[in-house]
């Protein structure tokens, strides 16, 4: 671990004093650049300490340690586009700090990525604040830099790792935890562990399960048709993302880690707490680990994992399909029939509506209801997890002490008493809140928790008519803190709690609250034949999907004017988080800019992956592309061309194991059934290239259904680049 000593752009405010700290009593930073040049792709652990004198503002990047990285190849961390964006955040690696007045206290965070890290910028900023701050000791721990050096689960140890079922203390890095008690059993490969607290206080720990790989070469195996040798780089193979929550602050976004030996750990749908699933090359260990926190409210926790065996041959897919099979009734799908998704506008006054193929209506405050069940429309009631946005005048400093008098005062007191009894809160026990300034919001949003039983959940839902299904907006919780410390939730929550990461104070993980707010109408809905959506997933809660009929997110792949559609890992991912569940998509771009070409290539796109390709509104709000027909009208060739298609495919079932192989990599296949081959061109160039397929197909040639042209099984395809094709099996 290095302290940062280069040279320092100080900006604003920002003075260096005698002691060697930077202190800002208004809008500043200090920015340095640090070069890294890895040489593969290594976690790097980034930590600083900062103290503050009335520090007010929102929680959030506005007081924080941040980095900036570009990769060896000359690509950056940067974000074009995020779901909440104010035009001042582009970079997701940081590190906030309290707000108040407090003594020195340490944030860290980990730059965890899939290409080595040429430069990375730091930033210590205070900004959008009042009060003061002072910041001291940055350091940067550059795993590549000392690949030698043993760590487990992004820790170093010294010594030897425990072997089987251990507990690792967060605070003291101790295998040793007193005042807990566990049990360990195991059946078929399913395993539970029950720990619980022998005293009154809180303990924060981390439970790992391992299990050892005595192959010698062993390849991880990251998602659909990648594969990653491990042998001569020596670190965690994992696929995570980033929290301010747990042991290191990461928490997989995939249930299962496998390797090229048959060999998997994974979660439970029905117990998403806060962890990871990896595979340890240095130890040679795959591993489940989940971040607990015991408390005298909470001084049990109840954890159930799988440990499970898979045929090899096709990799990641192959243990994708065995992780389905073990859970069928969470990745089976309901729908069959599927289509577009249309927000809040009138499919009934849109001309000749049956030419779009929508299926699923978000918001049922428009009266169409009748008409939309009669065209076989499922209408979803639009509901919000985990926010209550309340807007303020223009006049009224969104202050915290404004916000909570606005919130006693200026609203309906039963809406105020929901809040009051739901609202998350920080460490020190303060509301949590940010103040917006948003199409739909001018003023602040609280972060609540919307588990059954706190009243937000039953709040929202009494505005729900009898018979609808069920939409979830929001369903990650895009807005909301990472993680509540309220104390008197604590007895209630149905998952194990966790902590915070840095502090380690116990506290509800905010995907424990997206998991139950999908959980309680999947569990209630499910008998009486309806359904529940959700928007904005999955994009780091693997679990969420398994609870939901139908999912989508809204996109933007034209982002500046600037053609950059979702790569083929990232269709991928959500492919295999949804199986073959409807997985709809809201286009919201700059519709000026968004040519018929453009539109045309998403719809192909989409196709490959049994995707839904919609459209909204650039800001989420106002000009919506179904209220303008130069758009609608523009695009009806295409959504007359292309929905049939996708909704052949989908009507057959997607099947994560394809049978089939291109001898190009540039080439993505996915296969419905036994019935179809979609095939992607994902390059800018046009190829020629040969299709190999496996005798379960039993075929002799097929059909591009989108050309009419038929082929041998053993003739070459050729494809522009970006173009598709959609392959109609023929068998023997």
């Known amino acids: 671990m290095n302290r940062v000593s280069n040279s320092w752009k100080l900006e604003g405010s920002t003075v260096l004093t005698d ?42 990047y506005e007081y924080s340690v941040l980095a900036k990285v ?61 009060g003061s701050a002072e ?58 562990a029950h720990l619980e607290l022998e005293d009154q206080a809180d303990r924060c720990f981390t439970f790992y399960w391992t299990k050892e790989i005595a192959a010698d070469a062993v390849s991880f195996l990251p998602a659909m048709d990648e594969e990653t040798e491990t042998a001569n780089t020596p670190k965690d193979y994992f696929q995570v993302c980033t929290w301010r929550v747990g042991a290191n602050g990461l928490a997989s976004k995939a249930p299962f880690a496998a390797v090229s030996t048959g060999d998997a750990v994974g979660f439970v749908p029905r117990c998403p707490v806060f962890g990871r699933v990896g595979y340890n090359s240095i130890f ?82 428009i009266g169409d209801y009748e008409w939309e069940q009669e065209h076989g ?29 606005w919130r006693r005062e200026k609203i309906n007191p039963e809406w105020a008493k929901v809040i009051d009894d739901s609202v998350m809160t920080d460490e020190t026990g303060k509301e949590i809140m940010l103040a917006t300034e948003l199409p739909w919001c001018h003023g602040v949003v609280w972060s609540v ?62 995907g424990y609250i997206a998991y139950e707010y999908a959980r309680e109408p999947h569990d209630r809905l499910l008998p009486q034949g309806r359904y529940v959506m959700a928007n904005g997933t999955p994009g780091s809660m693997w679990f969420l999907p398994a609870m939901l009929d139908v999912a989508g997110t809204e996109t933007d792949w034209n982002i500046g004017g600037n053609w950059s ?38 719809m192909k796109r989409s196709l490959v992956f049994g995707m839904f390709p919609g459209f909204f509104s650039a800001n989420a709000a106002s000009g919506r592309y179904f209220s303008n027909p130069s758009l609608y009208e523009r695009d009806r060739d295409l959504f007359k061309r292309y929905l049939p298609f996708i909704q052949q495919a989908t009507a057959e079932g997607w099947e994560p194991v394809t049978y089939a192989k291109a001898d190009d990599p540039a080439i993505a296949l996915e296969r419905y059934s036994t019935k179809y081959i979609t095939v992607l061109n994902d390059s800018g160039e046009t190829k020629s290239f040969q299709l190999t397929f496996d005798d379960k197909l039993d075929i002799t040639g097929f059909t591009d259904v989108l050309t009419g042209k038929a082929y041998h099984k053993d003739d070459p395809i050729t494809l522009d680049g970006e173009d598709v094709a959609m392959l109609e099996l023929i068998k023997v």
């Open 565 to 602: 559609p979702m790569t083929v890992q990232e269709l991928r991912y959500r492919r295999a988080a949804c199986a073959d569940k409807p997985y709809c998509f809201l286009m919201n771009t700059d519709f000026s800019k968004f040519t018929h070409e453009m539109v045309e290539k998403y």
């Open 70 to 130: 570009v990769f060896t190849d000359g690509t950056t961390n940067r974000l074009d586009w995020t779901p909440f964006n104010d035009g001042t955040l582009f970079y997701a690696d940081y590190a906030p700090f309290l707000k108040g007045s407090h003594d020195w206290q340490k944030r860290s965070f980990l730059l965890i990525y899939e290409k080595p890290i040429r430069d990375v910028q730091l930033e210590v900023l205070f900004t959008r604040h009042t």
């Open 284 to 365: 040679k260990r795959l591993y489940v680990a989940f971040d607990v926190a015991l408390t005298a409210e909470r001084p049990y926790a109840d954890l159930t994992f799988v440990s499970y065996r898979f045929e090899p041959e096709h990799g990641y897919r192959s243990a994708l399909s065995t992780y389905y099979r073990l859970f069928p009734e969470f990745y089976k799908t309901r729908i069959r029939e599927q289509g577009l998704w249309m927000p809040f506008d009138s499919i009934k006054n849109l001309p000749d509506p049956e030419d779009v193929h929508f299926k699923f209506k978000e918001g049922h405050g």
């Open 377 to 405: 429309i499922h209408t979803f009631a639009y509901t919000e997890p985990m926010t209550q946005w309340i807007d303020m005048p223009a006049d009224v400093p969104r202050t915290y002490e404004n916000a909570k008098m």
């Open 449 to 510: 928790n919307s588990m059954p039983g706190y009243g937000d959940m039953e709040w929202k839902q009494k505005t729900i008519p009898a018979g609808f299904h069920e939409y979830i907006d929001s369903a990650e919780g895009y807005v909301t803190a990472d993680i509540s410390h309220r104390r008197d939730h604590f007895s209630r929550c149905p998952l194990a709690l966790t902590f915070s990461v840095d502090s380690f104070v116990p506290g509800i993980w905010k």
């Open 19 to 60: 002691n060697g700290t930077f202190l800002m009593d208004g809008a500043g930073s200090a920015v340095t650049t640090l070069k890294l040049d890895q040489p593969q792709a290594m976690p790097v652990r980034i930590s600083c300490e900062s103290r503050a004198v009335d520090a007010i503002g929102n929680n959030a």
């Open 135 to 192: 910041f001291r000791d940055l350091t940067v721990e550059d795993f590549a830099k000392d690949p030698a050096v043993p760590r487990f689960d992004t820790f170093t140890i010294a010594g030897d790792l425990p072997q089987g079922a251990f507990l690792r203390d967060c605070r003291t890095g101790s295998f040793a935890v007193d005042g807990v008690r566990m049990e360990l059993k195991e059946e078929n490969g399913t395993i539970h």
